[in-house]
Structure formats: structure tokens, C-alpha cells
């Protein structure tokens, strides 16, 4: 067995903990729930889980260790995930509120929901930073491949952030649906949104 059963009794306490504390991932959830409904969050939190899983696969490969010794390419990706969040941002507020009707939400929105929550995870390199710090702790070489115990531990911590996010994203989108059948209120939630973004935005760019 690549893992041993002790150390994934230890692992997984801490996974969920970890899962269950609020951050980047899951407010973008929380923001693509509200814009565009349940399924739109859970999609979400399914991209967020795909670009996870990517950055556990890098971690194995040694990727990460590469972020982490060179500074430049650690600000280049992590200045790209900023522009792409405030991109966002703007999208939604130049989206026409005719398109928020729960009748042209489903149709539209899942598909992006799911990519762009890939490419906020994938842009972040504090998700693979931060994989490359905690998941090293419990692996043991002399139990096999590194690289399949990297992707063990990896989707131990995707499934329990997408279950997590995904209940964040599926709650916040039913309350979401039925806030835009307002118009006015449908305005309210663009703005709204909106600002839910450019947060990530700002703690991407400044929580050093």
C-alpha cells in the first residue's frame, strides 16, 4: 500500500480542517453560486478541485519546488491570477441583466463556471506552494512512488474541498436565483459579485 493506514488517519483530520476554512477558493464559490446559480457553485468547486489536482500532479514532478526557488516565475503566475480575477469582475458587471433570468443561467453558465474556477486555482501558486509544504510531511519514499503518494494526498484534500465548496456554491446559487428575478436586486447582485471578485483580486496581489 502506498500510504500506510496511520499516516492517512493523521492526514485526513487535517485535510478537513484545512477544507473547511474560509478562503480564496471558496468565496469564488460562494460568488459563482450567487451569479449564476447552484449549479453554476457546484461546477465551480469542481474546477476549483481539477486545478488542485493539477497543481498535486506538479508538486509530484517537482514543478512547485521550481515556483518556489524562483521568484519571477512565482510573481508572474501569481500577477496573472490577479489580472484574470479583476477580468471577472468586469465581465459581471458588463454582463446584461437579461442574462441573469434562471432561464439563461443554466444554459451558459455551467461550462464557464467549471473553467474558471480551474484557472483561478491554477493561477494561484500559493496552491501548489502550500501543497508543496504540507503534503512532503507524510510522504515516505521507502513506501513506494513519491509521485502516486503526491496524488493520493492530493485528492484526499480535493475531495473534501469539493464537497465543502460544493455546498457553499449549491446554497449560495438557490439564493441567488431567486434574489435576480429582481431586476433591481439582479443590478444589487452584479455589484455584488463583482466585488466578491476583485477581493480575491486584492488578497491574491497583497496576503503575502
Known sequence: MPVELQTLLVFIPIALSLNFTPGADMLFCLGQGVRSGPRAGVAASLGIASGSFLHSVAAGLGLASLIAAHPLAFEVIRWGGVAYLLWLAIGVLRQPLRELRPARRARISIHS???????????????????????????????????LQFLIFGAILNIGGTIVNGLVGGFSGG??????????????????TSFVFCILAARLAFDR
Open 113 to 147: 463556471a467549471w473553467a474558471n474556477g480551474a484557472l483561478v486555482c491554477l493561477l494561484n501558486p500559493k496552491v501548489a506552494l502550500f501543497i508543496l509544504a504540507l503534503v512532503p510531511q507524510f510522504v515516505d519514499p521507502a513506501q513506494g512512488s513519491v509521485f
Open 175 to 192: 439564493i441567488g436565483r431567486l434574489l435576480a428575478q429582481n431586476r433591481l436586486v439582479a443590478r444589487a447582485l452584479q455589484h455584488v
